[in-house]
């Protein structure tokens, strides 16, 4: 399978909220970090947490706005629905994907704000 297919995979384990089916597309030893470098998870103990917590919010949803490829790297812009504190919203994100051996390697986010709907 191509590096875009697997990514897609992943996204639509994502929004299906599949803990398993989204941990079948990473290697056992893969790493999320943020783009300034700060690392969030390693490994799939790490990466279960991480998903089980953000899995827990009932608006959750990503929505691929565009996605380029170069070989083993993918890189989706999306648009994230999240439950925040303050209320239902979104944010949009880089995600950068680096294929290794058929699984996700590596995984680096980038961050854009938060935005709520106005208040009428």
């Known amino acids: 399978m191509n590096s875009a297919t697997l990514v897609q ?3 639509d384990a994502y929004n299906a909220k599949d803990i398993d089916a989204l941990l079948a597309t990473y290697a056992p030893d893969a790493a999320q970090r ?3 470098g ?3 998870a390693i490994g799939h103990a790490e990466l279960r947490d991480r998903y089980v917590s953000r899995f827990a919010e009932p608006d959750l949803h990503a929505r691929l706005l565009s996605r380029a490829c170069i070989g083993d790297i993918v890189v989706d812009h999306e648009l994230i629905t999240r ?3 303050e209320g ?3 944010v949009e994100m880089l995600c950068i994907y680096e294929v290794q051996n ?3 390697q590596t995984a680096t986010f980038a961050m854009g704000n938060q935005v709520l709907p106005a208040v009428l």
Do not use: P
């Open 88 to 90: 239902i919203g979104t």
């Open 83 to 85: 439950n925040f504190a």
């Open 9 to 11: 995979i992943q996204l």
């Open 34 to 36: 943020s783009l300034d």
């Open 102 to 104: 058929g699984l996700i």
């Open 38 to 40: 700060t690392l969030l």
